[in-house]
């Protein structure tokens, strides 16, 4: 595996493979990388010719500068774990690498970039956005690789690729989860075994939710996961929105969209670390 840090190199070197017409899976990713970004390169590399996975803290997404400051930063041990998964790129470019100067370009997707994270965390997606492009643009991918954990995400970046007219495949990919369910995040690094334990009910008290939905209203649904984990201590619910997993507009009855989505922000512990997931009732 090949460890670049300029997109020249970068370019130099996949413009040799699409010579032979090999083609290119693209794992975007801010490092810290745990199981759940392995499964990505893992389907990339299994269905592509060349994986280029990008290490890149993106500042641009950062609303809190105590976020940035604080996001585990572990290049050396990423690249161990690409090498061993078959990645043949590693691509951890500078901030001054990617954003030579400032990027004022506008990405707007109502409702999906507004709701839920893009209420809470106000230019996260315009970020996600302009990084996601410039990558885009960069590796010129057949496919690109994302979890399902970021569901909003997914939803915007698909927007996004379909408005800039990129000619490739948004492949989105399963969460993964610890044996207690916990949704893997570079995030719970940040948190101690004690808050790990009480973090466990977030996907808990999710499942559990499938079972409570057959018998009550999405809105007393809704109600009894923040209350659920509102009532434990060491927690704190931001939102939980069912919305369609499509638009991501939030939903009122369960009759109102065949593709129906969970989706919630917790914090959880001292610092407290903000950590989402979501669940998928239809
Ligand atoms: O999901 C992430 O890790 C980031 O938002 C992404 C897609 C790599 C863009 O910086």
């Known amino acids: 595996m090949k460890v670049l840090h300029t ?21 975007p990713t801010m490092g810290a990388l745990h199981a759940g970004h392995a499964s990505l390169v893992e389907r ?21 500068k105590n976020d940035l400051a604080k996001y585990p930063r572990t290049l050396e041990k990423d690249c161990e774990l690409l090498e061993e998964k ?21 990405f707007s997707y109502p409702p999906t970039d507004e ?13 996600v956005c302009q990084v996601v492009s410039k990558l885009f643009m960069m590796v010129e991918p057949d496919r690109a690789y994302f979890g399902e954990k970021d569901f909003q995400q997914i939803a915007v970046i698909k927007r996004m690729a379909e408005d ?9 990919c399963p969460i993964v989860r610890e044996e207690s369910g916990l949704a893997l995040s570079s995030r719970n690094t940040l948190l ?35 209350d659920t984990l509102n009532g434990i201590d060491g927690l704190e619910v931001q939102y939980y929105e069912i919305v369609d997993g499509t638009s991501l507009a939030s939903l009122k009855e369960w009759e109102d969209s065949e593709d129906i ?20 009732y239809k």
């Open 86 to 106: 078959g990645a043949t790129i590693a691509f951890a470019p500078s901030v001054e690498e990617v954003y030579p100067e400032p990027d004022t370009r506008v």
């Open 7 to 27: 997109i020249q190199d970068l370019k130099a070197e996949l413009k040799a493979y699409r010579n032979e017409g090999k083609s290119v899976g693209l794992v």
């Open 44 to 64: 990339s590399v299994r269905e592509n010719d060349v994986t280029v996975v990008s290490v890149f803290v993106n500042p641009t997404q950062f609303n809190d």
């Open 192 to 226: 101690t075994a004690e808050e790990k334990d009480i973090a466990v009910n977030i996907s808990k008290t999710l499942f559990a939710s499938l079972d409570y939905a057959k018998s009550h209203s999405l809105e007393e649904t809704k109600q009894w996961v923040i």
């Open 164 to 172: 800039q007219k990129f000619k490739l495949e948004i492949c989105p």
């Open 115 to 127: 709701v839920m994270e893009g209420g809470f965390r106000p230019g996260h997606f315009n970020g």
């Open 261 to 280: 989505v969970g989706c919630i922000t917790v914090f959880c512990g001292q610092i407290p670390v903000r950590l989402i997931d979501n669940i998928r």
